[in-house]
């Protein structure tokens, strides 16, 4: 019986060894592929590129913040005006925390 076991974990493992390295070969297939297929089409994609928009990303703050948060700043994370009233904060607040919320989007 421990020969016959022996056996079977020993055929386990070889048939685990070789789908690794079929996995490892479509993986390298599928690398190489990509890599064609941009090298044939580097042209196209730079094109392509450079007809995104420049300031897709502008209405975001670049750069670092203040080592004490000003109200200039909570007042752009939040996306209201320095002058706003505290309701419209608090609603831009709630907005954010949901939106960021790690709990967002689970199944069940």
Do not use: C, W
């Amino acid at each position: 019986l421990f020969v016959v076991i022996q056996l079977f974990f020993s055929f386990i493992e070889s048939v685990l060894q070789s789908s690794q390295l079929i996995l490892a070969g479509v993986t390298i297939a599928a690398a190489s592929f990509a890599g064609r297929y941009i090298l044939r089409n580097r042209a196209v994609l730079k094109k392509a590129m450079e007809a995104l928009p420049i300031d897709a990303f502008s209405k975001y703050h670049h750069g670092g913040f203040e080592a004490k948060m000003s109200r200039r700043e909570a007042a752009m994370i939040l996306g209201v005006p320095i002058t706003a009233k505290p309701n419209r904060i608090k609603d831009a607040h709630k907005r954010i925390m949901i939106a960021n919320h790690p709990d967002r989007g689970m199944l069940f």
